[in-house]
């Protein structure tokens, strides 16, 4: 019982976990581990550092030492983490914490230590498992999300392009050396060797290691090229249009959310959420502008998506910030509005038009009470 | 007749031919036989391997083989194709099997093992023959079609950037051949030699074999790069856009195809079917939020276009995905739900609306009683 | 007035001129000829060639001389001309063609001709007036026109961009020079020549004649690299975006023409025919579809953007293609439809709706009479 | 007093100062400073000039002082400027003006002449300071505001990426340095060193003083190539994507901003101007087109968002261009058109149909009454 409320406490505490007190300090710890041992791994690989390396061996130790901790850490709280269901049913959550992304990464980098403690000399072919460690950063990087949202969702073609870059590689690379063998034996040994040529041309990296010099090969490398542009802007297009794609899905999304999280609509299903997330209009309002003016009739309700408003209050004015939203009493009980409302910066709204929302519970009464119930209770309550 | 049906069959089985069990197999072994085929001619060029290679001609004759049954087969099938016809009438179905792409293709590459048997040795420009094969392939990259098409729609656009870039290849070539010829006279020999400077620097690839020494050569060479920065984004501009817009025109052509297939909508004319197209909304929905309740009223049809839902039925739950629908029955007799339907991934609805539903069928009593009529009917059959 | 008949006839012949017979004989002619010229140009500047050609000025004389007869006719015919109107009134229309773009390229091809007779050898800088010529074909080359337009309109990005690119190959190269002088002091003798390195890498063309060998010059290198790659980032999505907005431009033009093009609605003011243009909805159609069946109702008026549909009349069908429309007797007179339409190709369609229509006319009664009046007119002369 | 207005008089001139006469002279000044300070910075770079470069610093001396004199009156003239409030309050605005970034730029630029005037040569690691003058130019660069803005928005996605690359940098680089070190140690000598060919390879520079001449080096190589064009794909789509919501969210306010400009709806709350904003259209009309014909009825308010149409008035007809508006009157009056309006350019227009007006106003009869008064008091004023 204790030992599973201290695994809670841990699991809470181990970024990215649960809004813990210590989960800030954790992850600091980690990503300065992560760093150090990158660090001494590339220092290793310096000949002239190597001999003061060998002898000092504490810190590698430590940071071996450190992902070991944590590696067992995560393995103990494992049961603790609900993300982790599912995908493997047989192995049970630490099994299925050991086959992931994260979990291989994590035992990985803590295989350099037993050879350390081994005797093994530092560096060589364990110095790959240190600079894997950076893998680990990818847990906290989460704004990389919608761009492999985006590729996940153009796999197909981005695929199909790799392939085909394939194709053309070998056939072009074929070509080349049937074309440049004869004036340079040395360099075009054969089909293999001519395909470094092909992937530095039509990548457009361009080494210089290798190059064509007879009229024919100089012919088919600059046709080579031209292909290797269009093979650069096929993807570009494709990413930028499935990132577009992606990121407007997301944002039908967020405005359902929206409406969803208003307490107004609280508890409605998602047909009458998407009739009203279907309603609403953006808004674009510079700085310094006057959105209601105290005494006049309501026409909308107004959710600030970024932005920030001033209500002009007595004594004390009040902000609204992104999130927040103004404006449901009138819509509901058509009376003046009780303060003037100001932007402070340039404001984005989602506005309920007040045409739009008659017409809405005008087809459908029983939605009308329950709306008007919520907005009673919640103008008794507050402002 | 007999032989008839077998070619029918044997056209069933040759991929990508119709549904038939022998056909995963057929494409298994083409492909297969492709990659060897492919592999042993990149090896014969390999200078240490040649002799081997020269002995050992079994698997290349095995290839070769495969390839001349593959396209014996095809040719004899090729009336049952039906893919075939229109383009060159005069010439048949075989005959315009024998001029298609892939026709040739297939055709060419039987070609080394007639050189192969005639005691002819492998490699040389027989390996060029190899290498084409891999065009087979693209019988079965299918993700490819939507950037073909891209590329099609903005052809003329594209050959005409490519015309631009050999204008501007010959026009910065004579001025870097006049600036550079006295500096360097071994190096830039000849307008045509200088376009090989030219041709790498403007896309970028920048072998260094050839770079300018004087400071005119410089300044025309640094505008010249910049020149090919340019010629490399408006090509990905361009394909980006023709993208978006092929990707745009398929979605509208999806919607269309989604509501003419809807049993409710069976057999209604084009017009009637772009009219309720045109009163759909997409509506995105997280993972398990409510989108129906039981014994509520309704208010839409709900068409999944992709994501997954579950309605609550007794006793077993029934699981909707892709291509599914629900909500008809309600959206025609305007009777409580019958049952609770939840989102179980993040999903994506075409939903019809009750309000736009009926705005249209007030409109066109004879869609109503046609509509009512199938409802019914469905009713009656099954939910 | 038999000149001004002539010169008449000659300007309908030039190519891009009015449509006259001759023109596409002269315009393959004049493509010809820049051909010709650019090849010979190109084949003086071979050392090995050399002798040859300066003994055999046959050709290049021919090309020059037909250089100079069109540069005439052209000047003769610039009166004809609509286009040269405006720009510069004081010079009158020869005036302006001689200083147009195609004016002065016209002339300046003409230059070698004249030094040629005068007995000085080909090549040198005369090679440059040969390949200017390709200039000219410009004329011919329309699909750029767009891609011009929109680099047009985000002109004042672009130049800021080259600007900024300016400005960092200044400092980046200063920072590289007083970090790899001492180290390189052969390579990195100035800022000037250290500027050559700077814009060799920041377009990532790498030609690698000047690179660091210092830690810090080469950490300093790594930046400029990626500042390359945003530098190469922001303008194609610049121009991707420039593109679409100008596509979309001419879209909405489009539509306006194809409703003021419609016999229905000759005649109307651009506010009415605005009217109708924000009516209209976008309809993809599958190949063989049904859209109107003979003996229904109507319910719109179908215009073909792309594609092609056939209409069932007796005895023979008729097929409509892009930019012809259907169904607006329909829409007038609410009778059924005389004919079914089909589909024959995917096709793209504008389509006015009934209720739309409706709408429309009942807020105007004097459209709905002119509309009815030219209708009726329309029935009585055909289909 | 008098010391108080001249300072205002001296800000005003300053660019990018309030509307002086002065100003665009002492841009004009200001910008020459500029260019020959960082002329003659780097041409006391190159060798063969530094005796005569050391002997006459007058130049450089003269433009230190311009530097200086600028930097001063900048200073003493900041508590004129708006912008520097609210970001270092306890600074006051001098102390903010000197932690700007311009600030910092117009102090550094400073330094040389108080090394130069203590006899310290010219050149070395002062031309950091003489090139960094540049910066100053960014405030007579405002085009590039809306690349910032973009790239502002999308900071977190390209901070994000540029990590990847460098973790990416890392581990390539340590997998190439294991392959490759044995081959050639000399080159590759240890994993910092193997980084440098990391980066000039990922981000496609390709210089090609290191290369790896292994099997396994060069498919590695030729994998890194692959990844470095992909990281060059997502940037530039995430820019485009960035630039285009980026250049609608200004869309937006720029309707905002016209709507509320009408003098028709001046005195409006944001969110009746938000109203009238989402009724406005978008209209695209080709040149010498008809917009409205005088006596036919009225059906809409026309802005000019860019183009130019002509108003038949007699006795002069009057031009209308991009910011001005007609048809106001009609509008509200229902009666005859008094003057026929054509366009002269292709011009684009935001319409307010009659229709949607006329739902407005009846929803808001004190709307009406408002707008009413006011039309009625401008016709009684002008046209």
Known sequence: MAASRLRQQVYAALPVGEEHRGAPWMAALIIANVIVATATTLLQSVPELQPFMAEHTTLPVLCGSI?????????????????????????????????????????????????LLAGFPPGGWLSLFGVISLFKLSRYVTSLELV????????????????????????????????????????????PHTM????????????????????AGRILAGMTMLIGIGMLAIPTGVIAIGFANERRRRELLQTWKIVSSLPL???????????????????????????????????ALFFIVDGEVEIDLHPTPRRLKSGEFFGEAGLLQNKPR????TTVKPTRFLVLGLAEYQSLISRAP??????????????????
Chains 1, 2, 3, 4 share one sequence.
């Open 196 to 215: 470094w040529w092909g992937i530095v041309t039509l990548t457009t990296v361009g080494y210089g290691d290798m190059s064509p010099v007879t009229l």
């Open 338 to 341: 009780s303060a003037t409302v």
């Open 366 to 383: 029983d939605l009308r009470k329950k709306l008007e119930e919520t907005a009673s209770q919640r103008t008794r309550e507050s402002r």
């Open 148 to 191: 492999a949202a985006a590729m996940q969702n153009e796999r197909h073609t981005l695929m199909a392009l790799v392939l085909t870059l394939g194709l053309l590689l070998i056939v072009l690379s074929t070509g080349l050396f049937l074309i440049e063998h004869e004036a340079q034996p040395g360099q075009f040994k054969s089909i």
């Open 265 to 299: 609509f609280k508890g409605l299903d998602a047909n009458w959420i998407s009739e009203i997330a279907g309603l609403l209009k953006t808004l674009m309002v510079p700085a310094h502008v006057i959105v209601i003016t105290k005494g006049e009739f309501s026409t």
């Open 67 to 115: 992902f070991w901790a944590e590696f067992c850490l995560r393995l103990w709280t494992a049961p603790e983490c609900d993300r982790l269901w599912g995908k493997f049913p047989l192995l049970g959550k630490c099994g299925s914490y050991l086959v992931s992304f994260h979990g291989v990464i994590d035992l990985l980098v803590c295989v350099p230590l037993v050879f």
